[in-house]
């Protein structure tokens, strides 16, 4: 046929593999330039989606105290009470009377908040001006629309860590490595179980992002001669964001070692001004809750250094358990003793050695960060943040084996730059390996991204195993509040979830018998004692026999308890189960 010009060809088209179909689809996806905002949309789609996968399948109620006792302090802040909690402690009520305060405000029932600080109530509080929590019960919702609220705060933070997260990557890499650096954050499942869980982790994360992105630009910013302002602006802002941290909590204050070392190293012109800087805006920021501290209490921190007593003699009979020292009202205290701490440490140090820094992010990118350490990147702003990174780690580890590790792996708050870092040290090590077909390169790096990605599809898969019950139920909780008036004090093995979920004060029950009865005849008279599976769950054969806790494990034996002298006569079952009982001075 002959050709004419002008007119394509109406030959036949030749047949292409199904490989190299595939290739040209991939290839038309990846760089056509008009597809931005489409692939922008269906991100944000894909976003949305694992959300409310994720919220319905994993979400059915706080079941963290820390969240609870979080959301009563905002509350608390909210209605313009000040920062007192009601989830009170006997301890406490001991602390108060030495130097001569109240130990209850008789018109609150509550007392001064001297175990947590402060910044994650406030962030609570203000979201409370804007949604106020309800507490209602409604036909057959599992979870209280205050719990929701807390949710939905948890998903903020974590939007905005995503967002610092692929800016921050951006500056440091290049789009390929922060684009999967997003794609791993948003199926980090410790990261998104902190989001529904109420706690602060993504609040610490994003000043942790802050820190890591305002020494970075410091540094990229003296390198491009900018002016001495800039650079000092952001190392303020950086040590503006560990006070903000250290605020949220205490072991967030493991940051500012590695942060004046980073400081010093990086800036060797007049580091010692700069180093001063960031210490002084780090102590300004911490000014106003050190002086709190010391008008309501005398203390500059509050008195959490006195969690660093429990868990001494581990394994021993003399141990002092978890919750004992703030649940004790009269008797000794065990003293100080180096060789005792020294053993804690010791404890604590090899239990995050071997489970938290090798769980954290529950993928295998801790792996590709540490390994990633033997690798010199090019920048040496990039190359100076990993040490720094590094160095925190290690220094939360000292810290947290010292102080006691959270019930929760603290090291989470660090995964994003983690993230950051593991995923560029695999593209470091997949361009070496130089495969020469798109389909491959696309297989291997799909397959790094759905690995890593496992224990979110397993956890979403069935079955469900994250219900708060038990011990929680917030109806129950929530009962309690209409049945026991203002004015009155419980007491409870789940005194966080009491005052958030039922607004009362309650007691957390005393360790000892006479800690119960002094507090009772010398504090506050307590209206009614409520248990739980919390009770039950901490024992043991051995425990039982041996006398701990069996003044409290008796109270479930509702048919020979109370005796006739107990100040609280009246008992119920408050489930079918007959695992939550509720004693009290009269017919509830």
């Known amino acids: 046929m002959p050709f004419i010009a002008g007119k394509k060809s109406t030959g036949p088209v030749p047949y292409k593999p199904l490989f190299e179909r595939v290739q040209d689809w991939i290839i038309k996806i990846d760089l056509a330039p008009e597809l931005g905002s489409f692939r922008v949309g269906m991100f944000a789609l894909l976003v949305l989606m694992v959300i409310l996968l994720y919220t319905g399948?994993?979400?059915?109620?706080?079941?963290?105290?820390?969240?609870?006792?979080?959301?009563?302090?905002?509350?608390?802040?909210?209605?313009?009470?000040?920062?007192?909690?009601?989830n009170l402690r006997p301890f406490e009520f001991r602390y108060l009377n030495s130097i001569g305060r109240p130990p209850l405000d008789p018109k609150t029932n509550a007392q001064p908040e001297l175990w947590t600080p402060p910044m994650y109530p406030l962030v609570l509080s203000a979201v409370f001006h804007v949604l106020t929590p309800d507490f209602n019960v409604s036909g057959n919702v599992r979870t209280l629309a205050a719990d929701r609220v807390i949710m939905m705060v948890g998903w903020v933070l974590y939007l905005v860590g995503m967002v610092l997260l692929y800016l921050l990557a951006r500056e440091m890499f290049d789009h390929r490595v922060a684009t999967m650096s997003v794609f791993m954050?948003?199926?980090?499942?410790?990261?998104?179980?902190?989001?529904?869980?109420?706690?602060?982790?993504?609040?610490?994360?994003?000043?942790?992002?802050l820190t890591a992105y305002g020494v970075f630009k410091a540094e990229k910013w003296q390198a491009e001669g900018r002016s001495a302002r800039w650079v000092l602006g952001a190392l303020a802002g950086s040590a503006l964001a560990v006070?903000?941290?250290?605020?949220t909590q205490y072991a967030f204050a493991s940051?500012?070692?590695?942060?004046?070392?980073?400081?010093?190293?990086?800036?060797?012109?007049?580091?010692?001004?700069?180093?001063?800087?960031?210490?002084?805006?780090?102590?300004?920021?911490?000014?106003?809750?050190?002086?709190?501290?010391?008008?309501?209490?005398?203390?500059?921190?509050?008195?959490?250094?006195?969690?660093?007593?429990?868990?001494?003699?581990?394994?021993?009979?003399?141990?002092?358990?978890?919750?004992?020292?703030?649940?004790?009202?009269?008797?000794?205290?065990?003293?100080?003793?180096?060789?005792?701490?020294?053993?804690?440490?010791?404890?604590?140090?090899?239990?995050?050695?071997?489970?938290?820094?090798?769980d954290v992010g529950s993928n295998y990118l801790i792996v590709f960060f540490l390994v990633g350490l033997m690798h010199?990147?090019?920048q040496e702003e990039v190359f100076r943040l990993r040490r720094f990174v590094f160095w925190t780690l290690l220094m939360a580890i000292v810290w947290m084996s010292v102080a006691g590790p959270?019930?929760?792996?603290?090291?989470?708050?660090?995964?994003?730059?983690?993230?950051?870092?593991?995923?560029?040290?695999?593209?470091?090590?997949?361009?070496?390996?130089?495969?020469?077909?798109?389909?491959?390169?696309?297989?291997?790096?799909?397959?790094?991204?759905?690995?890593?990605?496992?224990?979110?599809?397993?956890?979403?898969?069935?079955?469900?195993?994250?219900?708060?019950?038990?011990?929680?139920?917030?109806g129950v909780a929530t009962t309690l509040g209409k049945v026991f008036g203002e004015d009155e004090v419980l007491a409870s093995d789940i005194p966080w979830a009491v005052a958030w979920y039922a607004d009362r004060s309650a007691i957390w029950e005393p360790f000892e018998e006479r800690d119960f009865l002094s507090i009772n005849d010398d504090v506050k008279r307590v209206s009614g004692i409520y248990l739980t599976q919390e009770t039950l769950l901490r024992q043991d054969v051995l425990e039982m026999v041996s006398g701990y806790q069996r003044y409290w494990i008796q109270m479930f034996d509702l048919q020979h308890f109370p005796p006739?002298?107990?100040?609280?006569?009246?008992?119920?079952?408050?489930?079918?189960?007959?695992q939550q009982v509720l004693i009290s001075d009269r017919r509830r």
């Open 57 to 86: 399948t994993q979400f059915f109620g706080l079941h963290d105290a820390e969240a609870m006792d979080a959301g009563q302090l905002a509350r608390n802040l909210w209605r313009g009470h000040g920062y007192v909690t009601q």
């Open 243 to 247: 006070g903000l941290g250290t605020l």
């Open 406 to 474: 959270p019930k929760r792996n603290f090291l989470t708050v660090f995964m994003p730059l983690i993230i950051v870092y593991g995923v560029a040290f695999f593209y470091v090590m997949f361009e070496r390996l130089q495969f020469r077909t798109r389909l491959m390169r696309t297989g291997v790096i799909g397959f790094f991204a759905v690995f890593n990605s496992l224990p979110f599809l397993f956890m979403v898969l069935p079955p469900t195993t994250k219900l708060p019950y038990p011990p929680y139920d917030g």
């Open 564 to 578: 006739k002298d107990f100040p609280l006569q009246f008992t119920r079952a408050l489930t079918p189960d007959g």
């Open 376 to 378: 010199r990147f090019r």
């Open 185 to 209: 954050y948003l199926f980090c499942n410790p990261l998104l179980e902190a989001a529904i869980a109420g706690l602060s982790w993504g609040l610490m994360s994003i000043l942790f992002l």
């Open 255 to 358: 940051v500012l070692v590695p942060l004046l070392i980073y400081v010093g190293v990086s800036f060797p012109k007049q580091w010692r001004a700069k180093c001063g800087l960031c210490l002084l805006v780090f102590l300004l920021v911490l000014t106003p809750w050190v002086a709190r501290n010391w008008a309501v209490s005398q203390t500059v921190f509050g008195l959490s250094r006195f969690e660093m007593l429990e868990g001494i003699g581990a394994g021993t009979p003399g141990e002092i358990k978890a919750g004992q020292v703030q649940r004790t009202y009269a008797g000794e205290l065990p003293a100080f003793k180096f060789r005792q701490q020294l053993r804690r440490t010791l404890i604590n140090g090899r239990q995050m050695y071997e489970v938290a820094l090798k």
